[in-house]
């Protein structure tokens, strides 16, 4: 240390380093000092006053005229990391905060700095912790694939989408891809260790024709599970569409406060098992008086027997369940929204069945995109994707922290 001094508001300590032999790491020849340049970094507050860290770095020159390389810079990354405008201990635990959820706006006035020097050590801090951390995903047996809105750009009638990769037993995020397409997704899960890919006995989906390719392709022998929450959401989207559409034949509008039908239209939504007696009946007079011809009671039947195809324990008898209830939903006499609700039954009835081998589904990864987007509302938006991928990754990948402490960034 050279000196201690107060500048306005904040504490700077000047250090110098000793020079002792330097060689030139490009002749290996000896060098002497070229000059004294002074980089000042920000350090953590001390007893909540601002500290700075005024580094005289040295200036090194090759004494050989014909060096390729004539002047240098001596590094030190436990002082800073190159390109870093934090010292590292100030960077590891800039890194912490904002990982744990803290804006980095946030962090940036308690070290009093500006937004941007707190964002650049977390990016580089995080993405070396994110790729040293390498036992983060050694126990992955299920993974999910689902998609989220990255941005919309003002002007543009589409958002930008990116897809979550997640761990669905553990509830962690792999990686965040900056696309949905085919390539893109089956590029990152091909270029993943042969043992992590062999490791993978259950990929979890929605009804994504994508996603079911990836899975196909990459992972031939993971089993495809599609969502159960999307296969009961499609049951009821189905059995609203009969609904609205006998409402406007019966009264040649739509649903209006006293119509039978438009009063039921939430009772036919809730499971049956959750209805009090009062309340079934309830159901059961509206459906008698909007429904004359049962359209509707039928698709709510259809919905409910598939609310116990997920109750079943057995998968022979699930199994066997969906197949009666898709040859039910085909035959011609059904409403044309039951005949079409069948006929995706049975064009994903293998990968619905899978369901009952592991019980696993892509809640998490559901779960797990409201996490990135917590990430987005405290950051008001991302328009760089590597800076949204890696906070979402810190916030929501766990990742070891106690790795942070060891890791060395040049």
């Not at 912790?129 to 995903?137: F, P, T």
């Not at 034949?249 to 098992?273: C, F, N």
């Not at 459906?287 to 509707?296: F, K, M, R, S």
């Not at 919905?303 to 324990?313: G, N, P, Q, W």
Request: proline residues 4%; charged residues 25%.
């Amino acid at each position: 240390m050279l000196h201690y001094r107060r500048c306005g508001p904040d504490v700077e300590l000047m250090i110098e380093q000793v020079v002792e032999q330097i060689r030139c790491p490009s002749c290996g020849g000896a060098t002497q000092v070229k000059e004294r340049p002074v980089v000042r970094y920000v350090d953590l507050p001390v007893y909540a006053t601002p500290m700075r860290l005024a580094w005289r770095k040295h200036r090194m020159r090759c004494v050989d005229v014909d060096c390729s390389r004539r002047s240098f810079v001596l590094q030190d990354h436990r002082i800073a990391a190159k390109g870093c405008l934090l010292t590292t201990r100030a960077a590891k635990w800039a890194t912490v905060q904002v990982g744990g959820g803290r804006t980095v706006c946030e962090v940036a006035a308690e070290l009093a700095c500006d937004w941007h020097t707190v964002n650049d050590a977390v990016t580089i801090y995080g993405a070396a912790l994110l790729a040293a951390d390498r036992k983060r995903l050694t126990k992955t047996r299920a993974i999910g694939l689902d998609e989220t809105s990255f941005v919309r750009l003002s002007g543009h009638a589409q958002a930008d989408y990116a897809t979550t990769v997640a761990d669905v037993e553990h509830h962690q995020i792999i990686d965040i891809l900056p696309s949905r397409n085919y390539r893109d997704v089956a590029a990152f899960l091909d270029k993943q260790a042969d043992d992590w890919k062999a490791r993978i006995a259950f990929g979890a989906l929605d009804m994504s024709n994508t996603y079911a390719a990836v899975y196909s392709v990459i992972l031939p022998k993971a089993a495809q599970v599609v969502d159960a929450f999307h296969v009961i959401t499609l049951a009821n989207r189905a059995l609203d569409t009969v609904r609205r559409r006998v409402q406007n034949e019966q009264t040649g509008h739509r649903g209006r406060r006293h119509d039978p039908l438009y009063r039921a239209r939430r009772a036919l939504l809730v499971g049956e098992e959750r209805l009090d007696e009062k309340a079934a009946a309830r159901l059961t007079s509206l459906l008698t008086l909007g429904d004359p011809n049962a359209e509707v009671a039928i698709t709510y039947r259809v919905k409910e027997r598939l609310r116990e195809f997920y109750r079943e324990h057995h998968p022979d008898t699930a199994r066997a369940m969906l197949t009666e209830l898709v040859e039910h939903c085909r035959r011609p006499t059904m409403p044309p929204e039951l005949r079409k609700l069948g006929a995706t039954l049975e064009r994903w009835f293998d990968k619905i069945c899978n369901y009952h081998l592991a019980q696993v589904s892509n809640g998490p990864t559901e779960a797990l995109n409201n996490l990135i987007k917590r990430i987005k509302r405290i950051g008001f938006g991302f328009r760089n994707f590597d800076n949204y991928r890696i906070r979402a990754l810190l916030y929501a990948g766990k990742p070891n922290w106690r790795v942070l402490g060891s890791i060395v960034v040049q």
